[in-house]
């Protein structure tokens, strides 16, 4: 409420808390325009009316408020004069209406007159209350000045002059700090000239560290230093450049590794140089480096390859280098030794080439495995500090900068900065009496930018200690990056190996073009394939894995030649049988010398021996293991050809199976010609034979006899050659064998078929009557001679023998049917008696041929049994 001599005004409140009120009068009239008129905002105790500010003074101990500025009547006076357009009608009602007013006037001063007087006590008990108040204020007033003036000189007698002392002493440890830091200033801003220095004498290992120690000073101890606003970039920039440069480095070490001298000399060419440009590579994150190397390889072959044609060509008068331009066609000019000592040459150089590789690319790997450790190491002992330090790293620090003198809160402070910033100003605070460059953190950068501890670094043997000083903390490589790397790196040199062998390949097959190693004989393609062979060999015990192209193309090679190989000699002993008139042959010495190398199951041919002065002369026979054997002159020139055949497996191991299934075709076909020719009488047309005799036949049995003699010495041979799972194929041996055994049982089917249609003929005429021994008899007797004098020599007695027992029991069989035709028996009679003489006749006859005189003839069976 507030009052004033004239009239009653009442504040209410907005029902906000931002302090504003609303004024009005509480006044009779037109109540809704005065409430307009008389709304006001207020905002603390200011009231704010056509730029006059009214201020509510508060009574002490009510809840009143008093302004003594306000005229109600010249508000109401104002309202009147807003509503002047109303006419003088209201001029008198307007005048009754002020007087109304003034009367309410005096109410309510009469109403505050009583108000006050109900509230004296209280009014005049705050007046008292204030004057005391007043009192107690000067009296602290006074003792704060006496306080004041005590402790000022306590302090000027007491605590100036340690103070004094301590700001001297925070002043020279800034002096110190000012000083560090101008002299980290100055050598921060020698890293670009130290940097140059260290990139012209290739240290990219300590330039890189020297920036990366650069750039962390600036980001801790230098940050916001205007003059080195642009240096941080500008490292950054050389940075990149040390990156080309080293790549650089490394293409030109890998183009001089690989293209020096091809020389029986394996060493690493400038061992430090490329520890060091591998250390740099990895601390910049370059793992695919070793990309370049291959790059370099992949060249370096081709021109190997070329020098080597060129230099043997230039050595070849018979090449016209100005005719034949082409490298290709000049090397296809050469004859096989020419082009063998080439390839000879070709694969000695890829040795040296790839055992250079191998020792380089080891050298790196080493590098990356040392790297690899130096992580396991360094995790395990953050493993154990961390650990151990969780304890005391808190007490350790704050009695250390306690001992230092520096006060603890001044430690805390510092705590707050980052961990390497914090140990850095601490090492500088360290020694506050020392001199300043004693412990300052600069000694570390100087250090790194020393150049000659650098160069000694990379210049010392590449040893595991030398090795680990180059292995900086802040190489951020994975384990998993590392072995990655490190496998990359071993199949590298696996690649090395098939490029030197797509190489041969190519080189293989650019001779091969015009069918020249089609044309090889065997002892050529032998002397290749054992050439080829022992280069595959040598690149697998280099590199640790098999290339397969270079064996690949050996063995396409070998295919050809085992095809050539087997078709020139299948047509040769066509051409043979063609032409054999199957009658024996005598055997020159070399082929008994031939048939006795094949000992204790081993097949090899014999070396050719020096021509002896005396000649020997040709055997009748050939002798093996004490028997001897009658043989064609094909036969003798098949044994040769089949230990050729068991020859070039050992050779050529790669080509047993398909020799195996040659071999099996070659003797199946003389097997199946030879029938053609002697049992098929093929011979008659063929060679022109007036008649196939039984020694035809004879010794055609004698021939498949001495090769089936062979046969299990050739399977063993194979089989010793063969995998397990290889095996199955010797069954075609089992084959061959039966085939050969049934030729032999259907010749000798022949010979008795022979005599029995001999003993058909002459006993269906057969009579019994004198004189005896009868024509008949001698006959057979006469045949059954001939027939022993063709054979006997030719085949083996008991063969002999059991060839006539098969004859013998042909004739009886023929007889008994004879005389049981004739109707005679065994009964003492005449007749009985003139065919004993005979049949005694043909027994002594028979048993008088050499090698006969035991058979059994048993010739009671030509009698018919009484019933």
């Known amino acids: 409420m507030i009052l004033d001599h004239q009239g009653t005004f009442c ?15 509480r006044t009779p009239g037109p109540v809704g325009d005065f409430y307009k008129l008389l709304k006001y905002r207020c905002q603390g105790r200011k009231f704010m009316k056509d730029a006059r500010t009214f201020v509510l003074l ?17 508000i109401w006076n104002k ?50 209350s204030q004057h005391e108040l007043q009192d107690y204020l000067r009296k602290t007033s006074q003792a704060v000045k006496l306080l004041r003036e005590k402790i000022a000189q306590i302090d000027k007698v007491m605590c100036e002059g340690s103070l004094r002392v301590l700001r001297l002493s925070l002043t020279r440890n800034n002096c110190i700090k000012a000083y560090n830091k101008l002299k980290l200033m100055a050598t921060v801003h020698q890293t670009q000239p130290t940097v140059q220095l260290l990139l012209s004498t290739s240290e990219f ?32 920039e050389l940075e990149k450049l040390i990156d080309k440069m080293m790549i650089a480095e490394f293409s030109t070490y890998a183009r001089n590794d690989l293209n020096r001298p091809l020389e029986d000399d394996c060493q690493i060419l400038e061992e430090e140089r490329l520890v060091s440009l591998v250390f740099g590579l990895l601390k910049q994150r370059k793992l695919n480096f070793y990309e ?29 280098t100005e005719v034949v331009v082409k490298l290709a066609d000049q090397m296809r000019m050469m004859n096989f030794p020419q082009w063998f000592d080439l390839l000879k040459n070709i694969f000695s150089k890829f040795t040296i080439f790839l055992k250079r590789i191998k020792a380089t690319l080891n050298t790196i790997r080493s590098v990356v495995f040392l790297v690899l450790d130096k992580n396991q190491k360094n995790r395990d002992l953050e493993d154990t500090l961390q650990k151990n330090s969780k304890d005391s790293t808190v007490d350790t620090e704050v009695a250390y900068l306690t001992h230092e003198g520096m006060f603890i809160s001044d430690a805390f402070s510092e705590g707050d900065l980052p961990p390497v910033a914090a140990d850095t100003t601490s090492q500088r605070n360290a020694s506050p009496n020392s001199e300043p460059c004693s412990s300052d953190s600069v000694s570390e950068p100087e250090c790194t930018t020393d150049s000659s501890s650098s160069k000694e670094q990379t210049s010392s043997s590449v040893t595991a200690g030398a090795v680990e000083m180059m292995i900086s903390d802040d190489m951020k490589l994975t384990d998993l990056e590392l072995v990655r790397l490190a496998n990359n790196i071993q199949e590298l040199l696996y690649n090395a190996s098939d490029i030197c062998h797509d190489r041969s390949v190519k080189f293989l097959m650019a001779r091969a073009k015009d069918g020249f190693l089609e044309k090889l004989n065997s002892s050529e393609f032998v002397t290749l394939s054992r050439l080829m062979e022992g280069f595959i060999l040598d690149t697998e015990q280099i590199c640790g894995r098999k290339s397969m192209s270079l064996r690949g193309a050996l ?49 090899s041919l014999p070396e050719k021996k020096p021509a002896a002065t005396e000649e020997r002369k040709p055997a009748e026979f050939l002798i093996v293991e004490g028997q001897k054997y009658a043989t064609v002159g094909t036969v003798l020139l098949l044994i040769r050809i089949i230990l050729e055949y068991c020859q070039c497996v050992d050779n050529i191991p790669s080509i047993t199976t398909d020799m195996l299934t ?8 003389f097997n199946s010609r030879s029938c053609q020719l002697v049992l098929g009488a093929g011979a008659l047309q063929v060679v022109g034979l007036k008649t196939i005799t039984t020694k035809n036949l004879a010794l055609s049995s004698r021939c498949l006899q001495l090769i089936v003699h062979y046969i299990p010495i050739i399977r063993a041979h194979f089989e010793a050659r063969l995998q397990p799972k290889q095996y199955s194929m010797l069954r075609h041996f089992d084959h061959i064998t039966k085939d050969y055994h049934d030729h032999v049982a259907e010749i000798s089917a022949k010979l008795v078929a022979i005599m029995d249609s001999l003993f058909d003929k002459l006993l269906s005429k ?28 030719l085949l083996p007695e008991e063969q002999t023998q059991m060839l006539f027992l098969r004859i013998n029991a042909s004739y009886k069989l023929h007889l008994k049917r004879q005389l049981a035709h004739l109707n005679v028996v065994n009964d003492g009679g005449p007749l009985n008696g003139l065919v004993t003489s005979d049949v005694a006749f043909y027994t002594g006859n028979l048993q008088a041929l050499k090698g006969l005189n035991n058979l059994d003839l048993n010739m009671a069976e030509i009698w018919e049994q009484k019933r």
């Open 11 to 25: 504040i209410i409140p907005t029902g906000n808390r931002s302090g504003k009120f609303k004024l009005h009068l």
């Open 58 to 74: 508060k009574i002490p101990s009510t809840g009143l408020y008093y302004t003594p500025m306000i005229n109600p009547g010249q």
């Open 79 to 128: 309202y009147l004069s807003t509503a002047g357009g109303k006419g003088n009608r209201d001029a008198a009602s307007s005048r009754l209406l002020q007087e109304k007013l003034s009367h309410y006037l005096d109410i309510v001063e009469v109403n505050i007159a009583h108000q006050i007087s109900l509230r004296s006590e209280a009014f005049f008990h705050a007046m008292t």
């Open 205 to 236: 290992v300590g330039a890189l560290d020297l920036i990366a120690t650069t750039q962390e000073v600036l980001q801790q101890e230098l940050q916001g230093i205007h003059s080195f606003r642009h240096l941080g970039s500008q490292l950054c």
């Open 292 to 320: 370049i190397y291959g790059d370099e390889m992949i060249i370096t072959a081709k021109n190997i390859i070329k020098q080597c044609v060129v230099n043997t060509v230039s050595q070849i008068e018979e090449i016209d």
């Open 555 to 603: 063995q396409s090679q070998a295919n050809r030649f085992v095809n050539r190989f087997h078709e020139e000699r299948k047509t040769k002993l066509s051409l043979l049988l063609d032409n054999e008139r199957w009658k024996q042959a005598e055997v020159p010495a070399e082929f008994q010398d031939l048939v006795d190398s094949v000992s204790d199951g081993r097949i």
């Open 662 to 669: 040659r071999l099996s075709d070659l003797l199946k076909y």
């Open 766 to 793: 057969y009579e019994v009557k004198a004189p005896v021994p009868s024509a008949c008899f001698r006959n057979i007797c006469k045949q059954m001679a001939k027939m022993h004098e063709a054979i006997y020599d």
